[in-house]
T-cell receptor, first 111, second 109 residues
Framework: GAVVSQHPSWVICKSGTSVKIECRSL??????MFWYRQFPKQSLMLMAT?????????EQGVEKDKFLINHASLTLSTLTVTSAHPEDSSFYIC???????FGPGTRLTVT | AQRVTQPEKLLSVFKGAPVELKCNYS??????LFWYVQYSRQRLQLLLR??SRESIKGFTADLNKGETSFHLKKPFAQEEDSAMYYC???????????FGQGTRLTINP
């Protein structure tokens, strides 16, 4: 299957700061990618669908000004959590393409 | 709204026994159904999809439109099958997937 990487794998930040998570597809290109959030022992929750060159479509209840998505190429997307708070602590996972190849996830801990 | 229900959060069976993970969906159109698996400390990966009608790692799943179900089955469970399993649906014209809550399968030796 296709390879998707995320960086960093784990990040700890202080409340009020911003954190950027990078997601790359390493061996294929795709127009569409997705960002998910997963709380402990819960299922994946789709945050947004992003098409390269277009504004992301956010799911209901997800603040677009808080979770900034930049999807500048067919292989790279970033998610920036702005003014992070402890309740934003979660596992953030990206996936690429119609087939939805998933990244390994990024664990965000906000102190 | 489209919804995927996995009624069992936890399922435990003995090695060699048959296993069935249940998945029901609510959608009036023609869905695409998928099963994803997440082994311990690994990323989520596609196990199988209904349109392929294939068997992967001994698992099969048949779409039953009458019962709106897509149960995952394996006749003889192996210890390496222990993992988290998610059923997912893509409705017509959509890009995104709707995931169920997941079932943690444990195969006992």
């Amino acid at each position: 299957g296709a390879v998707v990487s995320q960086h960093p794998s784990w990040v700890i930040c202080k409340s009020g700061t911003s954190v950027k998570i990078e997601c790359r597809s390493l061996d294929f290109q795709a127009t569409t990618m997705f960002w998910y959030r997963q709380f402990p022992k819960q299922s994946l929750m789709l945050m947004a669908t992003s098409n390269e060159g277009s504004k992301a479509t956010y799911e209901q209840g997800v603040e677009k000004d808080k979770f900034l998505i930049n999807h500048a190429s067919l292989t790279l997307s970033t998610l920036t959590v702005t003014s992070a708070h402890p309740e934003d602590s979660s596992f953030y996972i990206c996936s690429w393409g119609y087939e939805q190849y998933f990244g390994p996830g990024t664990r965000l801990t906000v102190t | 709204a489209q919804r995927v229900t996995q009624p069992e959060k936890l399922l435990s069976v003995f090695k060699g026994a048959p296993v069935e993970l249940k998945c029901n969906y609510s959608y009036s159109g023609s869905p695409e159904l998928f099963w994803y698996v997440q082994y311990s400390r690994q990323r989520l990966q596609l196990l199988l999809r209904h349109i392929s009608r294939e068997s992967i790692k001994g698992f099969t799943a048949d779409l039953n439109k009458g019962e709106t179900s897509f149960h995952l089955k394996k006749p003889f469970a192996q210890e390496e099958d222990s993992a988290m399993y998610y059923c997912a649906l893509r409705y017509q014209g959509a890009q995104k997937l709707v995931f169920g809550q997941g079932t943690r399968l444990t195969i006992n030796p």
